[in-house]
């Protein structure tokens, strides 16, 4: 307990430190790529509830990401140009504002991809949840109000009151305190009573529904509650690049932050942070010396799945319990 | 005569050329332990199956204290009363004994939605779970993981389970396979003390218990209830020592 709490922290505590040098020593760049850590773990702690703790392997949260994308990116344009979306209203430069729309979609989206696809489970599951993520991808590619293919400026970040969001290290740390809170919400979650209900349907759903537990619910509550937490990452993207376009609904969108949950350790706590981390680091790193760092982020993936459970963080609570 | 606890009447269940029930009536009364015995591929766990809403009758009907059980599936069955565990251990394996019997007793609580506060942390829930633990043997066991846990202990783990259920009627699936002599006589006393909290449609192969617990025997022979009366009926049934009971009796 107390141990995997410690590795817990110390990710935490690396990432700041990270965005910190940045500031110190000028160089923004660095705390960009460190918001960027941010709201990729944020995106696989959303994937993680869902594929780690319940056992839904989603290989669609692409769709959830990209919605919240397209949601804080499409409200903000509209603002920007006092252009009427609906009744009058013409969006919102507001980020609060924005994340709640963002919830409400994306907790729809995924309440109706649930609905139609949690009955089915293994290979079938993961196809459904590939497949609605890709037909969102050829309707935002096919969409031109909204850039179609180009994808959609938005100039300028969003507001938060009180803050310059156009400050690198201000913004990092509105995506750091989602991270912190999505974080400690998934730890009273895996700890609650809800929480053994989940571990019960990823293990052995027949002997919840013999306690008089619907395992259907209980996924189907999971699975909104992930595709929400992943749709404020994709809100928060779009905010970060001020830019949003149908990759981020795209497969590899969805393989990315599965890989950065699997490496960085499924049902682990802080393991989409450390495996958010980790891909940064390949990308940049590697990504200068060879065009071909994918494949090593491939046989990474290969190597963990075959010999180190748990990934990163699995591997640092074994190795600290030892 | 009172109403039974659990009533089957007329079930049939078929699996393409193979009938798993054939016309399957039983009733189990209040207080009662009611055996079901049969050789391999008889039908036994399928009608468990049945009975506890995981498998669809072709036809026939369940009834718990008078109720239909019609349209109802596991979920609502286990709410309604219906306590089961299986031929294979059914426990998570990730979560510890404590865990496993929180969960089965909180769910009967109705508390499973409850997303914030610690599942460890309700100090009555807590000890409940340990008296569980205590009368199926486990007293000491609660942090272990289940996965760690002995063949044995593992089908004490889920007996807690269901007994932290406080059902209405209990349908055990081979509680005893795979134990030796010692598990077995555990097992069997366990068995002797659930019978106070519900009666027990009891799947079994160990004949000694049978006749030791039950109070009344059906034998099913592929699919049909060829026989069904007291263990001393049934010992002088001839079509029984024809079919199943050989001459080990
Ligand atoms: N899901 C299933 N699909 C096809 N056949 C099945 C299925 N379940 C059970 N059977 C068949 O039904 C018969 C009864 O099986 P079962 O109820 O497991 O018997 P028992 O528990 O008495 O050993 C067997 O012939 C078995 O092969
Ligand atoms: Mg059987």
């Known amino acids: 307990m107390l141990r995997s709490n410690l590795v817990n922290i110390a990710v935490i505590v690396l990432l700041v430190a990270y965005a910190v040098s940045g500031e110190m020593f000028d160089a923004p760049y660095n705390i960009t790529l460190a918001t960027k850590v941010a709201i990729l773990g944020m995106a696989g702690a959303g994937l993680n509830l869902a594929l780690g703790y319940c056992g839904l392997i989603s290989f669609g949260h692409a769709a959830f990401f990209g919605l919240g994308g397209y949601v804080a990116g499409i409200l903000a344009v509209h603002a920007f140009n006092h252009q009427p979306i609906f009744l009058g209203w013409s969006g919102t430069n507001q980020m609060i504002a924005i994340w709640v729309f963002a919830l409400l979609a994306t907790g729809l989206l995924a309440l109706l991809i649930g609905l139609l696809s949690l009955r089915t489970s293994g290979v079938y599951f993961i196809m459904i949840t590939l497949a609605f993520a890709q037909m969102l991808y050829y309707f935002a590619i096919s969409w031109p109000s909204y850039g179609g293919e180009d994808g959609l400026s938005t100039y300028l970040r969003n507001g938060f009151p009180g803050l310059n969001t156009m400050d690198g290290m201000s913004f990092f740390m509105v995506c750091l305190a989602w991270l912190v809170f999505v974080l400690w919400l998934s730890s009273r979650i895996i700890n609650s009573r809800f929480g053994l209900a989940m571990q019960a349907v990823r293990e052995n759903p027949v002997r919840l529904a013999g306690l008089g537990v619907s395992p259907f619910r209980v996924k189907l509550t999971v699975f909104v509650l992930s595709g929400m937490i992943t749709g404020i990452a994709g809100a928060l993207y779009t905010d970060l690049n001020r830019f949003v376009s149908p990759s981020v609904l795209s497969w590899h969108m969805s393989g990315e932050i599965m890989i950065l949950v699997i490496i960085g350790g499924v049902a682990t706590l802080s393991g989409p942070v450390a495996g958010a981390m980790l891909f940064i680091f390949l990308e940049q790193w590697l990504g200068g010396l060879t065009e071909f760092w994918q494949f090593w982020l491939g046989l990474m993936l290969l190597l963990v799945v075959l010999f180190a459970r748990g990934g990163i963080i699995g591997t640092l609570n074994r190795w600290r319990a030892s | ?249």
Do not use: W
Request: hydrophobic content about 45%; charged content about 20%; some cysteine.
């Open chain 2, 1 to 249: 005569m009172t109403e039974p606890v659990l009533e089957a009447r007329a079930l049939n269940k078929r699996f393409g050329a193979v009938v798993a029930s054939d016309q399957v009536s039983l009733v189990l009364h209040s207080g009662e332990i009611h055996a079901l015995i049969g050789p391999n591929g008889a039908g036994k766990s399928t009608l468990l199956k049945q009975l506890a809403g995981e498998t669809a009758s072709d036809s026939g009907e369940v009834f718990l204290s008078g109720q239909s059980l019609q349209g109802l599936d596991a979920v609502h069955r286990a709410k309604a009363g219906i306590a089961r565990s299986f031929q294979i251990s059914s426990i998570i394996p990730a979560l510890t004994c404590e865990q496993n019997v929180l969960l089965s007793f909180e769910a009967r609580e109705r508390r499973i939605f409850r997303f914030f506060r610690p599942a460890l942390g309700n100090l009555s829930s807590l000890e409940a779970a340990s008296d569980y633990l205590l009368r199926v043997g486990l007293a000491g066991r609660e942090g272990v993981i289940a996965a760690e846990l002995s063949h044995g202990e593992r089908r004490r783990l889920e007996l807690a389970m269901v007994l932290a259920l406080k059902p209405a009627v209990f349908l055990l699936d081979e509680p005893m396979a795979g134990l030796g002599p010692e598990g077995t006589g555990e097992i069997r006393s366990l068995l002797q003390d659930l019978r106070k909290e519900a009666p027990m449609l009891l799947v079994e192969h160990d004949m000694d218990a049978v006749f030791a617990l039950a109070d009344r025997i059906s034998v099913l022979v592929y699919g049909k209830v060829i026989a069904s009366g007291t263990p001393n009926e049934i010992k002088s049934n001839s079509a029984v020592q024809e079919a199943y009971l050989g001459d080990d009796i």
